[in-house]
């Protein structure tokens, strides 16, 4: 096991070298650059003080020097901790973001559960009861689901919610505790609104969540050991539960990777129609002003924050599956 | 192929073989010859790989009707100057804001024709929101093939012939006009050529890029497979819509429209085709062993020509049906991207530039008809998902 995980970690260098090689070039990419821009416009302004900050500014970027050398001396920055600086809030990337990321993780983290309590009992039933009204039923709700994007569903919410109840679902907090430190009235006002960006967030990933167990669950249970147990007189129940649930439950575990980029790629949309205190709407703010460093940091830690989860879903895996384990993860 | 049934009592040709008592038939034996096939069988027995798949499509009831739903779809984009009442730019100062037009056929029960009845509209001095009731004393019969607003058909040649018109003097906003009074259905329609050609251009860069990429690193092997392998890996772990969102807000804006709108269609592509490089390269591994593909080896056959001519073909249905299971994930991107101003930008109308009017719930909740655009990207995405799911169904005909 210590030797599948040394592995796991070492394949992963790579990886998220590759990752902020990429989230470089982002940042370089637009013509016009925030920086080039402020600069300019503080040397229209003039004056010593100005001079200071621009030499600072060049001193933090390494601007005159080649870009492979500005890249280093940003990755080298990113290892401190130092994610550069933002300009349009003008303080460093890091105070920006702040609790944000965090909250990022408590929603993919919420978002993910969710999940995987609606997805396990629709599937079972579905694949017990296969071709009948409720599986088709619960078959369309699902590819419903999974063709509703999600920020238009958010939109749609929001305004019923405003019809009916006349109330806005949007924001995390209630707005008494916005800009108050974490207490316990807080955590617990962020407990009441966190189930409605959770349920728009997890619509899709559900959806294709029953589709695959219920796939899986099929494929298994039409395996010859299970008839073998039913002819043995073994009960349904547990000729369900004891073998083809657990082997059809793998691919929980290593859907993780494919389903946590795609709830942060959709919370960012849904974050910024419910206003939530996320990453979401930074990036989005970040984007249309082309303040290319704070976007970029982002782009970086949620892609970061993919690849640890997939480390842990892998993690996990090789726990339960001693197939993987022993073969030193050469398969997936 | 047809074949005659033998007649045991004709057996022409049939000559004993020395003294022997046995008798031997000259004719070429066919197993058919004893057991006659059904013209049923016969048909099926002898149709195309591609014949077979569309007879296991048509089983799938909802597949066929998603594609016809589009089928349709695509039509009126590409006539979408004609089906249209108005233009998408001509806007109507008087009606700015007005809520939908349902469309009559009686008049205080005397049967007119479908017709609208015009506005009425008052101003909320304290809110300055108009307010719109239907005037029932005005009664506009709608025309049909008739002249309307002037357009450019495909921006080439100018025309104006419409399939309906309001009356002279009157209004048909089927579904309301937006902050400059222009008509919403008129707009839904011409967003729709933006909105649902993205998906294919972008379908068919990604499908290139995941054919050639996924197929050299499934036949070589080696470093190469390792280096495209990563390539995917770092692409997959960052978060798609973030992704796109950074590429393109990268686009000059200085750009034109048309760029903007084929540089989005890049974007989305680009981002894409890993999945399907994914599928490719599995297949590839499996068939490149194959006694066919070792026999186009020996033949001299060059690595390009192997995969192109003779790995590919055999799980190109595969490869279409997964293609059109990503095409809504295009769509949907691209709406996002319109949506929040990072994508197609005005005088180009898509149905994500149409929802950025919707963005705020205070005018959603004032004018709900704004979100109207929601509906065909839910259609047109549903269809879609049927219809590869259908396809996939159909791709191995002789499972």
Known sequence: MLRYVLHRLIVMIPTVIAISVVTFVIIQLPPGDFLSAQISELQAQGEGVQTERIEYLRELYGLDRPIWQQYLHWAWGLLHGDLGWSFEYDRPVTEVIGDKIFLTVVISFATVIFTWIVAFPIALYSATHKYSWGDHGLTFLGFLGLATPNFLLALVMLYFANVWFGTSIGGLVDPQYLDQPMSWGKFVSVLQHLWIPVIIIGTSGTAGMIRRLRANLMDELQKPYVVTAKAKGLPPGRALLKYPLRMSLNPFIADIGNLLPDLISGSALVAVVLSLPTTGPVLVRALQSQDMYLAGSFLMLEAFLVVIGVLISDLLLAWLDPRIRFSGGQSR | ?399
Not at chain 2, 177 to 191: A, E
Not at chain 2, 258 to 280: C, E, H, K, S
């Open chain 2, 1 to 399: 192929m047809a074949v005659e049934p033998r007649q045991p009592q004709e057996t022409a040709g049939a000559q004993p073989v020395g003294n022997s008592e046995h008798w031997v038939d000259p004719e070429p034996w066919h197993v058919h010859r004893e057991q006659p096939l059904t013209p049923e069988q016969e048909r099926y027995y002898t149709a195309s790989q591609w014949r077979l798949m569309w007879w296991r499509f048509k089983r799938h009831k909802v597949a066929l009707a998603s594609m016809w739903i589009l089928a349709l779809f695509y039509v009126v984009v590409a006539i979408a100057e004609v089906v249209a009442p108005y233009d998408a730019q001509t806007r109507d100062p008087l009606h700015i804001h007005a809520p939908p037009q349902p469309i009559h056929l009686f008049h205080e029960g005397r049967f007119v024709g479908p017709f609208t009845y015009g506005y009425q509209m008052t101003l909320d001095m304290t809110t300055l929101k108009r307010i719109y009731e239907p005037d029932r004393t005005v009664v506009q019969p709608l025309r049909f093939f008739c002249r309307g607003d002037d357009y450019r058909f495909w921006g080439q040649w100018a025309g104006d012939f419409h399939l309906v018109c309001p009356a002279e003097d009157g209004t048909f906003f089927l579904l309301g006009t937006d902050r400059l009074g222009r008509d919403m259905f008129s707009r839904i329609l011409y967003g729709a050529r933006v909105s649902l050609t993205v998906g294919l251009v972008g379908i068919a860069i990604s499908f290139a890029l995941g054919i050639i990429l996924g197929g050299v690193s499934g036949y070589y092997g080696g470093w190469i497979d390792n280096i495209v392998q990563r390539l995917i890996e770092v692409i997959r772990s960052f978060p798609m819509i973030p992704l796109w969102l950074a590429l393109s807000a990268a686009l000059p804006p200085t750009w034109p429209p048309i760029w903007v709108y084929f540089g989005i269609t890049l974007i989305l592509g680009l981002v894409d085709w890993t999945g399907l490089a994914r599928a490719v390269r599995s297949k590839v591994l499996s068939l490149r062993e194959e006694e066919f593909a070792q026999a186009a080896r020996l033949l001299g056959a060059k690595p390009r020509r192997i995969i192109g001519r003779h790995l590919v073909p055999s799980f190109m249905s595969h490869l279409i049906a997964s293609a059109t299971l990503s095409i809504p994930g295009m769509i949907l991107g691209e709406t996002a991207l319109s949506f929040l101003g990072l994508g197609v930008r005005a005088p180009m109308t898509s149905w994500g530039v149409l929802l950025n009017d919707a963005q705020n719930v205070n005018v959603v909740a004032i004018y709900p008809w704004l979100m109207l655009p929601v509906v065909p990207v839910i259609i047109v995405v549903l269809a879609f998902n049927f219809l590869g799911d259908g396809l996939r169904d159909a791709a191995d005909p002789y499972s």
